[in-house]
């Protein structure tokens, strides 16, 4: 647990506040983390200063930490778009709305400026959450041998602004 919070406390020092498109709660019992679009890759040059750190906190798991990353990274959509990297809200907090509530802010500025959104939904729970939202399932797939399933998610906007249904996703009974 101590290494996944020295990881998490890495990337958002040094990748994702720099962007200043994270929010919290008050009390900081929950988080989102965006990426603005264009942003989300980290490049060559950035990824060597980061690895003495990434090193110090990582050590003999980076290999299977960058293995990771790069089957995120693999199928990431190429189109401008806001990433969702990470959300969480603290367990005894969850149910209340707040990831919900975290989330608001970017879709609508999604809307408002046309904009697709990009995550991987890490839980069933999680997956469940993101469709009420506008978002749609475009793939599933594993980080490893014997991990469990995540999905791929993406929220396209309508000229109108209005997020828009997966085509390839039947709708309920009429």
Same mark, same amino acid.
């Given at each position: 647990?101590? &290494?996944?919070? /020295?990881?998490?406390?890495?990337?958002?020092?040094?990748?994702? &506040?720099?962007?200043?498109?994270?929010?919290?709660?008050?009390?900081?019992?929950?988080?989102?983390? #965006?990426?603005?679009?264009?942003? #989300?890759?980290?490049?060559?040059?950035?990824?060597?200063? *980061?690895?003495?750190? &990434?090193?110090?906190?990582?050590?003999? /798991? =980076?290999?299977?930490?960058?293995?990771? *990353?790069?089957?995120?990274?693999?199928?990431?959509?190429?189109?401008?778009?806001?990433? =969702?990297?990470?959300?969480?809200?603290?367990?005894? #907090?969850?149910?209340?709305? %707040?990831?919900?509530?975290? *989330?608001?802010?970017? %879709?609508?500025?999604?809307?408002?400026?046309?904009?697709?959104?990009? *995550?991987?939904?890490?839980?069933?729970?999680?997956?469940? &959450?993101?469709?009420?939202?506008?978002?749609?399932?475009?793939?599933?797939?594993?980080?490893?041998?014997?991990?469990?399933?995540? #999905?791929?998610?993406?929220?396209?906007?309508?000229?109108?602004?209005?997020?828009?249904?997966?085509?390839?996703?039947?709708?309920?009974?009429?």
């Amino acid at each position: 647990m101590r &290494m996944l919070v /020295r990881g998490f406390e890495l990337f958002l020092r040094r990748v994702w &506040m720099e962007q200043e498109e994270t929010y919290t709660t008050a009390g900081v019992v929950g988080v989102a983390v #965006w990426e603005l679009p264009g942003q #989300w890759k980290v490049g060559l040059t950035r990824q060597l200063r *980061l690895l003495p750190a &990434m090193i110090g906190v990582f050590s003999r /798991r =980076l290999p299977r930490l960058l293995r990771a *990353l790069a089957t995120l990274e693999s199928r990431h959509p190429k189109e401008p778009h806001y990433y =969702l990297p990470f959300l969480g809200v603290k367990p005894q #907090w969850q149910g209340r709305g %707040l990831g919900s509530a975290l *989330l608001a802010p970017i %879709l609508e500025r999604c809307d408002r400026e046309h904009m697709p959104a990009f *995550l991987e939904a890490s839980t069933p729970r999680n997956r469940a &959450m993101y469709e009420r939202h506008g978002f749609a399932v475009t793939e599933e797939f594993r980080l490893g041998k014997g991990a469990p399933p995540q #999905w791929r998610m993406w929220r396209a906007t309508s000229a109108s602004g209005h997020a828009l249904e997966d085509p390839s996703i039947p709708e309920g009974p009429s």
